[in-house]
């Protein structure tokens, strides 16, 4: 469900990893609110479905290929924009499970250069290029609820999304002088292209673990990021939404 109504008319919001999953869908909540979105994303061919999925939008949406690990990449895509953010949604993200024994070198560089460098690049890039005639700039990070509590399998990614999580809580020291509010979202189980692909019975034991007893939608992510770059949040500073059905307590 995506009953919330925000107007984000005459904004402009980065979405890194906009292109499927949990980024598309907070683009596409974007555009139903009114703004422009640039979707920075590194898969060419989720881009070009993105961009046919989205093309009712005409030019608000601009898809650009980006790699989040890569600095060079980084720069020219903020050289490519057509307007001046205001609103800044890290999301890309990858897994690379495996128990802490059996985890290479190569798997934690992986991760960690993209769900927690990656962040450092995009923001480091854009900070300066925000638009300076918003004092309403927002930026929310996607950590996870393994970033507080940590998974079996995940020693990457937890340490990554926790790393996010620190982050967040620093920028939001820093940089609310300066007009931002900077906010993290900590999804739980949520259903995407992957967990679509799962047998029925993972699915249905996953969803037993869960205080609400189903997985999360892509859009109970997006309704949290929507509000949190929203003037109806403009006191909400260095928070961490967790968006988990309770699965955690
Ligand atoms: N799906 C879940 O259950 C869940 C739970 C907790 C947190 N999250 C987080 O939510 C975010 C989105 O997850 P998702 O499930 O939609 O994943 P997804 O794999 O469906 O989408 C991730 C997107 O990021 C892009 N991407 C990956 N590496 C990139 C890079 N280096 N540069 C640019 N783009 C890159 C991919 O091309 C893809 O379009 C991630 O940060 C993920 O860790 C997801």
Do not use: C, H
Not at 23 to 41: C, K
Not at 134 to 140: E, F
Not at 157 to 172: D, E, L, S
Request: charged share 15%; proline share 2%; no cysteine.
């Amino acid at each position: 469900m995506s009953g919330l109504k925000f107007d984000f008319t005459n904004k402009l919001a980065i979405v890194t990893g906009g292109a499927q999953g949990i980024g598309f869908t907070i683009t596409r909540q974007y555009l139903e609110a009114g703004a422009s979105v640039s979707i920075w994303d590194y898969s060419e061919k989720a881009l070009a479905t993105a961009k046919a999925e989205l093309s009712a939008f005409g030019d608000k949406v601009q898809t650009l290929q980006v790699d989040v690990t890569n600095r060079d990449s980084v720069a020219a895509a903020t050289a490519a924009l057509k307007a001046k953010p205001d609103i800044l949604v890290n999301n890309a993200g990858i897994t690379r499970d495996k128990s802490f024994a059996k985890m290479g070198a190569d798997d934690w560089d992986a991760v960690i250069s993209t769900n927690l460098t990656g962040l450092f690049n995009v923001t480091k890039n854009l900070l300066e290029n925000f638009n300076s005639a918003s004092n309403q700039k927002r930026i929310i990070n996607i950590s996870s609820v393994v970033g507080l509590y940590g998974n079996f399998g995940q020693t990457n990614y937890a340490a990554a999304k926790a790393g996010v999580i620190g982050m967040t809580k620093t920028w939001a020291k820093e940089l609310g002088r300066k007009g931002f509010t900077v906010n993290a979202v900590a999804p739980g189980f949520i259903k995407t292209a992957m967990t679509n692909a799962m047998p029925a019975e993972t699915l249905q034991q996953m969803s037993s673990k869960v205080p609400l007893q189903r997985l999360g939608e892509t859009s109970d992510i997006a309704n949290a990021v929507l509000f949190l770059s929203s003037d109806a949040a403009s006191y909400i500073n260095g928070t961490v939404i967790s968006v988990d059905g309770g699965i955690v307590l």
